[in-house]
């Protein structure tokens, strides 16, 4: 099973779309921050775009998430990237996603130290990190794009993850 979490009436080809309304693409209707109504290790991916931004306890959604997906399955996330106006202005959201945010459940970074253990119940490897450029001729810059993400706002639009379920 293929799960689309927080999809709204944006139905994905082949995945079953979960959301707290019940818009008419909505295959299942649940309040996620409260739990997912798939058994354990029954999903093989999870797809999350705009969605994570509106969760205000992100540890307990991504244990969550583990506890569902099975053995290596695929966990792709875009949000809006943290220094883009398009993550402060809508009064919804309540988390921001950094390049770093997900490496507090990668075991690997854990374990160099760099990080504390906060015990998560969630072991992830980031396979894929990639921005969604606030304007497309960014794409072309000869030089490093890190200097503008690091000292300018709404260069990246958006960021996107692809994880996958270490168990």
Request: positive net charge; charged residues 25%.
């Amino acid at each position: 099973m293929k799960i689309n979490l927080g999809g709204g009436n944006t139905k994905r080809e082949g995945y079953v779309n979960v959301d707290i309304i019940p818009f008419p693409n909505v295959d299942v209707v649940c309040d996620i921050s409260k739990g997912l109504p798939f058994k354990e290790n029954s999903v093989e991916a999870v797809y999350a775009s705009h969605f994570l931004e509106h969760i205000e306890n992100l540890p307990k959604l991504m244990e969550e998430i583990y506890r569902v997906c099975k053995p290596e399955a695929v966990i792709e996330i875009k949000c809006p990237y943290f220094k883009s106006n398009g993550a402060f202005k809508d009064p919804t959201h309540v988390t921001f996603i950094t390049e770093q945010t997900f490496d507090y459940f990668d075991p690997k970074q854990i374990e160099s130290g760099k990080l504390p253990d906060y015990k998560f119940k969630c072991k992830i490897k980031i396979d894929k990190m990639a921005y969604l450029w606030s304007s497309q001729w960014l794409r072309f810059v000869p030089f490093k794009k890190a200097f503008f993400l690091k000292h300018f706002w709404n260069v990246a639009r958006s960021i996107y993850f692809r994880l996958i379920v270490i168990k």
